[in-house]
């Protein structure tokens, strides 16, 4: 790709305000420990954070028209996120910007009513316990510089059935100590935008520290980046005349003017 990759990361960042544990194991925020991932990294260009607390002042018609590609946590305050926000993201989606839905962001509105099912109904448990992630498409853009499998040692646990649409990829499929299993990668296509879910990131554990969890993210932004950053503004959906000239039932002709058609420009 020849041009920067504009990153727009959205946290809830509540559980960081209100529980200590929470703000030992991700001092910066979880948005903060997201944002390290891409240190360094000279296919991204800019970074915009928002949190529940700024996110309509951050998140604007321009800012998400800039962004290339969207990550997403959030976890309990979900229904104070803007309705406002949440469908200029969808709208964006739809157009070719990129989402990475990360851990209880299934249950978040922009993922919700991009799937369009109920995306927050999944077996759960707080337990602490260890999950083995299988790389099932070890072909993809997402699992390079992956192995077979890998452990998360302590992340909450999500089991299914898990009420997603059928994914368009299945990436990672984990297994859980307590004898679950769940779609923990999934992929879908909306309009032109690429999705991508990832279960791990319980704010109780460091999971976005380690190093496969980082590397996934880092691998699904720029598989999740659109070749152009307003893929469908050349695209209309108007009513136009045809581009070859043929012979209607009554004898006459369509005719055609070219220079009105907004394909033919
Ligand atoms: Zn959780």
């Not at 909450?156 to 059928?166: A, N, R, S, V």
Request: net charge negative; with cysteine.
């Amino acid at each position: 790709m020849n041009r920067k990759i504009n990153l727009t990361i959205y946290n809830e960042n509540y559980h960081e305000q209100t529980n200590p544990e929470v703000a030992s194991v991700y001092p910066q925020g979880i948005h903060g420990a997201v944002r390290s991932i891409f240190d360094g990294d000279e296919d991204i260009g800019v970074i915009r954070v928002a949190t529940l607390a700024d996110h309509e002042e951050i998140l604007t018609k321009e800012a998400l028209d800039d962004t290339d590609v969207m990550i997403w946590w959030g976890h309990v305050r979900h229904k104070d996120v803007s309705d406002a926000v949440v469908e200029m993201v969808r709208y964006r989606v739809l157009h070719g910007m990129g989402f990475v839905a990360l851990h209880s962001a299934h249950a978040s509105k922009p993922f919700m009513r991009l799937l369009g099912t109920e995306t927050d109904w999944l077996r759960w448990r707080e337990a602490g316990e260890k999950g083995r992630l299988w790389n099932i498409a070890p072909n993809h853009p997402i699992t390079q510089g992956l192995s077979e499998f890998f452990v998360v040692p302590h992340d909450e646990t999500y089991g299914e059935p898990f009420g997603i649409p059928t994914p368009d990829e299945q990436i990672f499929l984990t297994w859980w100590q307590g004898g679950e299993v769940f779609r923990s990668g999934c992929t879908w296509m909306r309009g032109q935008g690429k999705i991508f879910y990832l279960q791990n990131g319980h704010e109780t554990f460091p999971v976005y520290f380690q190093k496969e969890i980082r590397l996934i993210i880092k691998n699904a932004v720029k598989w999740a980046c659109p070749l152009r950053r307003n893929l469908m503004v050349d695209y209309g959906g108007s009513n136009t005349p045809p581009l070859e000239k043929y012979e209607l039932e009554d004898g006459d002709f369509f005719t055609l003017n070219p220079d009105e058609h907004a394909g033919a420009k």
